[in-house]
């Protein structure tokens, strides 16, 4: 299947966006009590997010993890909103009370955003029943990375999903670390896209800094689910480029490693393909990369302006 | 006198205890190689001391983090298992709470399982309510369970030793806040701090705060700016929740006739709960006063720093309890 010149534009402003929205946190992360919290970013890994939700329709849902950023800005979240709560601000999609790691955008479908590895697959299958319960032509994408994979949550998941062909799609983010776990050290499988067929459900893995390559694997598996032939797994290989968390000294990574991965980067793959067959000029480059710069100046400038919540705040929407 | 973090008192125990004895063994997340490298972290420096045989990096599996104590405890290893924060040990719940908590019972006393699991906990990271929940009153709860809750690096050490050498279940929580604060006097020499025993870290004679893990800051905070104004507080650091020192409690009620009790998790079903109905069943002619608890509000912690600091307990709720009752 082509995908289409559009397609292929919208794929790459959606990875730009999100790499500058990092940067900026990266930068703000290190200046005192300006961001509360553990900074968890997905340098390298912008594909994943960008392909998936490209390929899904405005009332698809998704359920993401504690590396949630990439997925919600291309689930369509507004940056301003994300930016206020990781802020810890009032006007944060939150009001305050999840900041970077919990992120929940119901409005744009991303009703959940769990740090507990492995609590994404339960969750989606719940969400994905109820979109199968109600005969909705949708489905729910759930990401989660390597690691959670070895949760027991994970194979509780996949096996009811495929028993009751569920309308869900599990984008594994392999990114060959969990924590300070290189791949290997966690499970024996080379591909966890091989344990899908444990469950009776077809595995795909997909070059996952290739966007294109992964927006198709998600459109495939997003027809079957709507078809109601079941959910899939798609295994997205990638890189984490930085530590676990902006903290992490991540001495552990082999720099050449991380070097030989930073060459593959996925923005640069798609701009340059896109640039070698003339689809865009240098000078639109140019301009996408000024916008969402643009788009980032302005929810930083929203988040730096906004009010904290007040104090007594924290003991509302506990019970309603 | 040597000054260490309460991150590095726990790890010089588990190093006393992984030199004594070759049957204990340590398994968790990053318990080796590790996202945080910082020597004031307890399990730093494991790994080039004792090898990857006794310090074994999990997967992501809690599960089986717990039932790999469990199973190796009963077969005579003395396991050091890590929960990495709190909110995790519900994944590990059903092996510890359903079974390293009641096979030996089940047993009708025959098997023993002779298992430590530690556990990081405490607010006050940004980390919001998925990182920072106390759930002591969860494991409290459990017979067949002891928790073990240590304020000063001192008494980490020596509570985690007694820990290991016992042959029940222990869990260990660790306050985050303590890894980080100024370092303490910790003895060099070895020693064991016995279980189920309260320790007064302050005497006083006009009120009792019983307290425990990271509450005791502030409550040694509260009682200083007291004293100033002629209020004697006497602070009971509860050490282990369970089994109670409900002698060292009591006495202490007895004696000022007033309680307060004070710990950082939520309010309705908090451990608070448990020191009232001690002292109401059994002190209840020593009260003066009706008793009072500085607690957590009943939220999950949310991450905003106004919000954060609304949540966490400190040193004047702790003052305007105190004033509330005494005339
Ligand atoms: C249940 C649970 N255990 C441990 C952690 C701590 N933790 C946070 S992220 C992480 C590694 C997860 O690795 P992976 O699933 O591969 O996701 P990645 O961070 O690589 O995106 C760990 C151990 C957690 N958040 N939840
Ligand atoms: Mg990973």
Not at chain 2, 71 to 84: F, H, N, Q
């Amino acid at each position: 299947m082509d995908v289409s010149v559009e397609k292929k534009i919208q794929l790459l402003e959606t990875m730009i966006v999100s790499r500058k929205f990092s940067d900026a946190l990266k930068q703000l992360c290190k200046i005192k009590d300006k961001i509360p919290g553990m900074m968890i970013v997905a340098d390298g890994q912008e594909a994943v997010g960008s392909g998936v939700c490209g390929a899904l329709e405005p009332d698809d849902a998704i359920i993401t993890n504690h590396r949630s950023h990439n997925h919600l800005l291309a689930k369509g979240a507004d940056p301003k909103a994300l930016m206020a709560e990781i802020y810890g601000k009032k006007t944060g999609c939150n009001k305050g009370k999840s900041g970077t790691l919990h992120l929940a955008v119901p409005e744009i479908n991303a009703p959940c955003t769990t740090t507990v590895v492995g609590a994404t697959l339960p969750i989606a299958v719940g969400r994905a029943f109820a979109q199968q319960y109600r005969k909705q032509p949708r489905v729910t994408v759930c990401f989660f990375g390597d690691g959670a994979a070895d949760e027991g949550s994970f194979h509780e998941s996949l096996n009811l999903a495929a028993l009751w062909q569920l309308p869900l799609i599990f984008v594994c983010e392999n990114n060959l670390y969990a924590g300070g776990q290189r791949y290997e050290e966690h499970t024996r499988v080379t591909d966890m896209a091989d344990r899908a067929g444990g469950y009776g459900m077809p595995g795909m893995i997909v070059d996952g800094n290739d966007a294109p390559a992964v927006y198709r694997a998600a459109l495939e598996a997003r027809q079957r689910a709507v078809s109601g032939n079941g959910p899939t797994l798609i295994e997205c290989k990638t890189y984490r480029w930085g530590g676990h968390s902006e903290t992490d000294p991540h001495e552990y990574q082999p720099r050449d490693e991380i070097k030989a991965w930073r060459d593959k980067c996925p923005i640069r793959r798609l701009s340059e393909a896109l640039l070698d067959q003339k689809v865009i000029t240098a000078a639109q480059m140019a301009q996408m990369t000024s916008q969402a710069e643009g788009v980032v100046e302005e929810a930083v400038r929203f988040a730096e302006q906004s009010p904290y919540p007040a104090p007594r705040e924290a003991l509302e929407d506990v019970y309603t | 006198m040597q000054k260490l973090g309460m991150g590095q008192a726990v790890n010089q125990a588990l190093r006393e205890e992984m030199h004594r004895d070759p049957g204990v063994f340590i398994a968790g997340e990053g318990v080796g190689v590790s996202i945080h490298v910082n020597p004031m972290l307890p399990t730093h420096g494991l790994l080039e001391e004792f090898g990857p045989g006794r310090v074994k990096d999990t997967p992501v599996s809690e599960a089986v983090i717990a039932g790999l104590a469990v199973g190796a405890a009963e077969a005579g290893l003395r396991p050091v298992v890590e929960i990495m924060f709190n909110p995790f040990f519900t994944l590990a719940s059903d092996m510890i709470v359903n079974h390293a908590a009641k096979l030996r019972y089940l047993s009708g006393g025959k098997s023993r399982f002779p298992l430590v699991v530690r556990i990081k906990s405490g607010a006050g990271f940004g980390a919001g309510c998925q990182h920072s929940h106390n759930l002591e009153a969860w494991v409290a709860h459990c017979p067949g369970l002891q928790v073990v809750m240590p304020a000063t690096p001192a008494d980490a050490k020596g509570l985690l030793k007694t820990a290991i050498r016992d042959d029940n279940p222990v869990i260990f929580i660790e306050h985050m806040g303590s890894y980080f604060a100024p370092p303490m006097p910790v003895p060099e020499e070895e020693y064991l701090t016995p279980l189920g025993r309260a320790d007064i870290k302050r005497k006083g004679r006009d009120l009792t705060v019983v307290t425990w893990s990271g509450m005791l800051g502030p409550a040694m905070n509260a009682a200083e700016t007291l004293s100033r104004e002629g209020i004697d507080i006497e602070i009971v650091d509860l050490r282990t929740l369970t089994p109670l020192d409900r002698k060292t409690l009591l006495s202490s009620v007895e004696k000022t006739g007033r309680l307060i009790v004070m710990h950082e998790a939520t309010r309705t079903g908090g451990f608070a709960g448990e020191i009232a109905a001690v002292v109401l069943e059994q002190g209840f002619e020593y009260l003066k006063a009706p008793l009072r608890r500085v607690t957590g509000p009943d939220i999950p912690v949310p991450v905003s720093p106004p919000l954060e600091r609304f949540y966490i307990p400190n040193a004047d709720d702790l003052i305007a309890a105190v004033r509330e009752l005494l005339p």
